[in-house]
């Protein structure tokens, strides 16, 4: 480096590129925290952000380490400790605990991890992604600080990208990047900094979305503009063979903001694949928008290795999805890119297709989530229920700021979807609304689930004389409990 930014600042990442030189002899250690949740879903975490950066330091003559705490073993599973929070080991919210945890290496071992280095760092890049795990961030700044007193420690990520105020009047780091480094935007994930490779790997084909829905922060996250970004097709699959030939990886998760935005990018990508007649395992997490899926593209998803879909149904009401600006979204398209997908060879009523359900959102009743989960168990079978978290950075979260920071006097840990941050804001339209109510709803997701015979998703809606004595006994015991919408929709 010729010139350094001033301390404890705040700096636009694209800014922090003309500090990057070759520069051969320097150190730098890449750190991804542990995470503090009450739960925490391990497959498909690879920092991958990190693992970028990774390759830029490297390409400029830096001697590179890892320190990934959410590293899984063999099993897929991270270690977990049990975490006390103001004194307990849970957090009660209305009427239900909640167990924390710290999930990841404990600190002892990363300090051990630390000291084992050959020699201390000059840099310490920290990654941080969810805005309600900033607390860890916070604690991996301190550790650093204390192990390495001489190193610049340098923090970047999504957290500090939607809340960058917050991240630098909080970490302590000397450098809060906000925004992504150019320079390692497109670059391939470095693995070989692992002691055990990984058994997968994450792709990131594009950036950008051209859709400003009012939950999500992908415009944020790119700089505030929607206009899309893609790679060499050509260059993505060069990453696949090498990780398949260096490492044996046969499992590729896609990471997009929208995958399918800029038509036809991805499918070409999956055609190469067929082409080469690569052996894969693809999966894209995230889910797909389904007014962009059609039989053709789904097809080829699946000769190329495609063993399960998602699909974002997340809301039955066209209203709520106008309030959301997702115009785009609607339950048309969604029955069309279901039956897309099972023309295309994936298995109806399996987990083969599968739908988000979202919930916990402002505004919303208990009914029209039932109804949303009854119409996906009836058309899919397999539903994936999300709890709502209100995001830095996006239109739903600045609309509610004053709730949430100033009237409930919340930090952004408090606002993870798994602590309901809108309980008592839906309390005003819904007196008697408890927290139990929504971990009720999520155990009746998973009920619907677990209706399966033979992989096969039993169908409760459905006009078999078994379905319809379920609805009947389910009808007669809660006569008197469910809300009128539910039993004529439902039943």
């Known amino acids: 480096m010729t010139a350094r930014p001033p301390e404890t600042a705040l700096v636009n990442a694209a800014d922090f590129s003309s500090y990057l030189e070759p520069n051969r002899g320097r150190r730098a250690l890449l750190l991804n925290p542990p995470v503090y949740d009450a739960q925490y879903w391990a497959r498909w975490s690879q920092p991958a952000g990190l693992l970028r950066i990774a390759s830029l330091l490297r390409q400029l003559g830096y001697a590179v380490n890892l320190i990934d705490c ?21 957090i009660e919210r209305d009427d239900i605990r909640k167990t924390t945890w710290h999930f990841g290496l404990r600190w002892e071992n990363v300090r051990q991890r630390m000291t084992e280095l050959d020699s201390p760092p000059d840099q310490v890049w920290i990654t941080s992604i969810m805005t309600y795990w900033w607390e860890s961030t916070r604690d991996a700044v301190t550790l650093a600080r204390e192990v390495f007193p001489q190193a610049r420690i340098i923090v ?19 450098v809060v990047l906000r925004g992504e480094l150019p320079q390692a935007s497109h670059l391939w994930t470095d693995l070989s900094l692992y002691r055990t490779p990984p058994t997968y790997a994450i792709l990131t084909t594009s950036r950008g979305c051209p859709w400003d829905c009012n939950y999500c922060a992908a415009r944020t996250l790119n700089n505030g503009t929607g206009k899309m970004r ?15 030939l260096t490492y044996g990886i046969r499992r590729f998760g896609f990471y997009e903001d929208n995958a399918l935005a800029f038509r036809g990018h991805l499918q070409h990508i999956l055609e190469l694949i067929i082409e080469r007649r690569l052996n894969l395992e693809l999966y894209a997490p995230e889910g797909f928008e389904t007014r962009m899926l059609n039989q053709d593209l789904l097809s080829v998803m699946k000769l190329a290795g495609f063993e399960k879909i998602h699909l974002p149904f997340e809301t039955l009401k066209w209203e709520t999805n106008l309030g959301w600006n997702r115009r785009h979204a609607s339950t048309a398209s969604f029955d069309r890119a279901l039956a897309a997908a099972i023309r295309a060879g994936f298995k109806e009523r399996s987990e083969e297709i599968n739908a988000f359900v979202l919930f916990g959102l402002p505004g919303e009743s208990l009914e029209d989530v039932i109804d949303s989960a009854l119409y996906v168990h009836n058309a899919v079978g397999s539903i994936i229920p999300m709890l709502f978290t209100p995001v830095p950075g996006t239109h739903l979260y600045d ?13 952004l840990q408090h606002l993870n979807g798994k602590l309901l941050p809108f309980l008592e804001y839906n309390r005003r339209s819904y007196p008697g609304l408890r927290a139990s109510d929504y971990m009720d709803l999520e155990a009746l997701m998973s009920v619907l689930n677990q209706g399966k015979v033979l992989s096969r998703s039993a169908n409760l809606c459905g006009d078999t004389r078994s379905s319809q004595a379920f609805r009947s006994a389910v009808s007669a015991l809660t006569a008197t409990a469910l809300p009128s919408t539910l039993s004529s929709v439902a039943m």
């Open 70 to 90: 959410m590293e899984t073993n063999a099993r897929g599973y991270v270690p977990k400790s049990r975490r006390l929070v103001d004194g307990k080991p849970y």
């Open 399 to 411: 609309e509610h700021s004053h709730y949430l920071h100033d009237e409930m006097k919340w930090d």
């Open 230 to 244: 893609l790679r060499d097709p050509e260059d993505v699959l060069a990453e696949i063979e090498h990780k398949m």
């Open 156 to 174: 970047g990520g999504i957290y500090p990208t939607l809340a960058p105020d917050h991240a630098r009047a909080h970490l302590g780091a000397d």
